[in-house]
């Protein structure tokens, strides 16, 4: 379970490009919402970027996308024109229910 979603663990990139944080997760997790969100207080995520909602289809909220290819077991978040706020830690994850989800924790500087 602990390792039921797997990534990068730091990711470095430039002010103004993008850039692109790939998760994997381990099959029967397909047709679950993944997600991409920064770590708050504590380490608990309080507000989810952006979200799938189990299917493959690309969701885009505003500077960030989300798109899950269920073949390969793996989504892709995708952050354009990142600004120095943007840095900090943040996790990819698999939400499997209200208040439980698998999820693993990348460093973006």
């Not at 900090?88 to 989800?101: A, N, Q, T």
Request: proline fraction near 3%; charge should be positive; include cysteine.
């Amino acid at each position: 379970g602990a390792w039921a979603v797997t990534g990068p663990v730091q990711v470095t990139t430039k002010q103004g490009s993008s850039l692109a944080v790939s998760c994997s997760y381990e099959p029967g997790y397909e047709l679950y919402s993944k997600y991409w969100c920064r770590r708050g207080f504590l380490g608990f995520c309080f507000t989810y970027i952006a979200q799938t909602n189990g299917s493959e289809v690309t969701v885009t909220q505003g500077r960030v996308s989300i798109g899950d290819n269920h073949m390969a077991r793996s989504f892709t978040v995708t952050l354009g024109r990142v600004m120095p706020g943007d840095a900090g830690r943040y996790s990819c994850g698999v939400r499997r229910s209200l208040w439980f989800s698998l999820r693993h924790t990348v460093e973006v500087m």
